[in-house]
């Protein structure tokens, strides 16, 4: 495998090199090269992701990355310029995000338990309202004007939905449901509801449903057990993943892939994110999210042993030590236990 490595910003480097570490100790061959992007770089030089590191990129077969975001730079400038371009550039069709609460975790929610904690959100990833269509005119003054129009094809929505299906179907409960907001967003809803019922009617066997984002929100708080499969648009899924993170042991639990799903270029995998600046240099965030992601990886590329061997590894690890990773042991002593029960 060739791999790039993205470390980025804030506890991004720390998490990454666990996956490094863990990877390594699964004996997969692979042959890797580290990129210095994120919110160093750009102070330092004004460089947020150079031409030809983008067009480098696109001939590996797998990115890591650890986060972006730093403090000290306007927000929109590395997330836009570093993370959105890959998911764009790169054509990242879905955005896949686990929420999965591991045994030895404690939920946010009271009384329950990884049984009642485990589904997938597959994100749209290239379009919505993030692809910054739009404008303003008059900034600054009372007369400020600014539109920012959410982007949605048929296309890019079949391919996610498709995925979703064909997830489903691998799955136990097989259930996907469409979360979006169509009493209110009709044209966009309306789009998203068309292709969701048109893919469901050639797919027989996976059970469907529906749900508002906002009720979505509810129900993962009182009844997360009803969920298996949900399929959702760019921003929505952006902000209910924050809230699967928040159920299932927070952001260092949150592991996801951005997928290309065309084989033109690599997939990236990333922890839901956060560079969390507040703790960044104390070795005390949670490299598990990071791990999993590398997991992601791995079952990807097809190296399934190797991925059911990291897997296996972090659920001994996280059963065994889960109240006390960031409170006593470290990040590096995480990634270290992962390592030596791969
Ligand atoms: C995420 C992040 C990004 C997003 C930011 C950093 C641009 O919040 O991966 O969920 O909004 O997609
Ligand atoms: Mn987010």
Avoid at 128 to 149: A, D, S
Avoid at 159 to 170: H, S, W
Wanted: hydrophobic content about 45%; proline content about 4%.
């Amino acid at each position: 495998m060739k791999i790039a490595l993205i470390p980025g910003d804030g506890v991004g480097a720390e998490v990454l090199a666990q996956s490094v570490k863990v990877l390594d100790a699964t004996g997969v061959a692979y042959e890797s090269q580290s990129y210095d992007l994120g919110g160093e770089r750009y102070l330092r030089t004004g460089e947020v992701l150079p031409d030809s590191a983008y067009e480098e990129l696109r001939g590996f077969d797998t990115i890591l990355l650890g986060a972006v975001g730093h403090p000290d730079v306007k927000p929109g400038i590395l997330e836009r310029g570093i993370l959105l371009r890959l998911r764009f550039g790169f054509d990242l069709a879905v955005n896949l995000r686990l929420v999965k609460l591991l045994p030895g975790v404690e939920s946010a929610l009271a009384g329950k338990g990884p049984t009642d904690i485990d589904f997938v959100v597959v994100r749209e990833n290239t379009e919505g309202p993030y692809v910054g269509v739009g404008g303003g005119l008059r900034e600054g003054t009372p007369g400020e004007i600014v539109t920012q129009e959410s982007v949605n094809t048929r296309f890019a929505a079949e391919r996610c939905i498709r995925f979703a299906f064909d997830l489903a179907a691998q799955r136990d409960r097989g259930e996907v449901m469409l979360c979006h907001k169509t009493n209110v967003l009709t044209h966009a809803g309306g789009l998203w509801q068309r292709t969701f019922d048109d893919v469901a009617s050639g797919v027989p066997g996976v059970a469907t449903s529906y749900g508002h984002v906002d009720a979505v929100c509810l129900w993962m708080v009182l009844d997360p057990g009803r969920f298996d499969v949900i399929v959702t648009d760019n921003l929505f899924g952006d902000i209910v993943t924050d809230l699967g993170a928040a159920i299932s042991g927070g952001l260092g639990y949150a592991a996801s892939g951005n997928l290309n799903l065309d084989g033109t270029a690599p997939s990236m995998f990333e922890p839901v994110h956060g560079s969390a600046p507040d703790i960044a240099g104390q070795g005390r965030a949670n490299p598990v999210a990071a791990i999993m992601s590398l997991w992601m990886a791995l079952n990807q590329a097809g190296e399934r042993d190797a991925a059911a061997r990291v897997l296996a590894a972090i659920e001994k690890t996280v059963a065994d030590v889960a109240p006390r990773i960031g409170l006593g042991l470290s990040t590096e002593q995480v990634g270290d236990l992962v390592a030596k029960a791969v």
